[in-house]
């Protein structure tokens, strides 16, 4: 089983902070760093928050770490058009050495488009574009040299593109949710990786992709299984609970769909996880400031999973 950190800030995060954590993250053995693409907090109403951009974040990541993976749960769809954000991730994956993974998604938080003014369409149309963006961002890795890539859709059009971005090997695509038709479907037509969301009716939704998978013709088997697991963990209950307390009332909240407890507990959730079929787990965390969790969770958590 894989073990990864996934950022998200409680009261946002300078780069400093997001780099000291990620840096952490890489020294204590995980197998991935991921952060968020929000520009608002998990408490709507936080006026202190500091957004920072995603990509922009990992970029400055990929020159200063040297060998965790680096990405997005869930790069948001809508704030980027599909032709630049293919050239972002190539170039991100370029300055890691060959590190970046894309997850991406059709958006969800319309305040946040509210406050930056970023169009939000009705979901539907959310999910058409994604689709397109998807077939123009794989198709653009995957043209030829010498070749050039053009699509024609309802929301985007690319004309004989001759600058096309090349990675050396094409990153891995993430896509992720806990609804039971669309986003499965898109994970069957273009993931390497399928996402469930949180960690509740993990087992059935991952049925749900394989039957989608094998309707359309593609091998379940080639894609990872992954969920993302809210996690504070203390070296006995009552740390756990006095770290859990420190993140508030909305970092509470968000705790409630994960665990709260000891090395012992995060394990015994880990195994059930694994016995649910996910391969891959995001510890999702909220206050970037504590090293000292990641360091626990990496030196407590990460050497036991091999006997899951």
């Not at 929000?38 to 770490?65: E, F, K």
């Not at 406050?115 to 058409?128: K, Q, S």
Request: net charge neutral.
């Amino acid at each position: 089983m894989r073990l990864r950190v996934l950022l998200e800030p409680h009261h946002g995060a300078s780069y400093d902070q997001i780099l000291a954590l990620a840096r952490a993250t890489e020294e204590s053995g995980f197998d991935a760093f991921f952060r968020s693409d929000h520009y608002q907090g998990i408490d709507p109403d936080d006026t202190s928050y500091r957004p920072t951009d995603s990509w922009t974040t990992l970029a400055g990541l990929a020159v200063q770490t040297e060998r965790v993976r680096l990405g997005t749960l869930m790069t948001a769809s809508t704030y980027r058009r599909p032709g630049p954000l293919a050239i972002t991730v190539a170039t991100v994956d370029a300055m890691s050495g060959g590190r970046a993974e894309l997850g991406i998604g059709a958006a969800w938080i319309e305040q946040e488009h509210r406050y930056l003014g970023i169009p939000f369409p009705p979901l539907g149309e959310r999910f058409d574009r994604l689709g397109e963006q998807l077939e123009i961002i794989t198709g653009l890795w995957a043209t030829p040299p010498g070749e050039r890539f053009s699509f024609r859709g309802k929301h985007y059009q690319l004309e004989e593109c001759a600058s096309v971005p090349r990675p050396a090997r094409r990153p891995p695509v993430i896509i992720g949710g806990a609804g039971p038709r669309r986003t499965p479907a898109l994970a069957a037509r273009f993931a390497d990786e399928f996402n469930s969301g949180m960690s509740d009716g993990l087992a059935a939704r991952y049925a749900n992709f394989r039957r989608i998978c094998e309707q359309s013709g593609r091998d379940p088997a080639g894609v990872r299984l992954s969920t993302t697991l809210p996690v504070c963990c203390g070296p006995t209950r009552a740390a756990a609970a006095r770290r859990a307390a420190a993140l508030g009332e909305a970092g509470a909240r968000m705790l409630t769909m994960g665990v709260t407890g000891t090395p012992g507990d995060i394990l015994g959730r880990l195994a059930e996880l694994h016995a649910a079929g996910a391969d891959t787990v995001y510890f999702h965390l909220y206050d970037v400031t504590d090293l000292d969790h990641v360091r626990l969770l990496g030196r407590e958590v990460l050497p036991q999973v091999t006997n899951i």
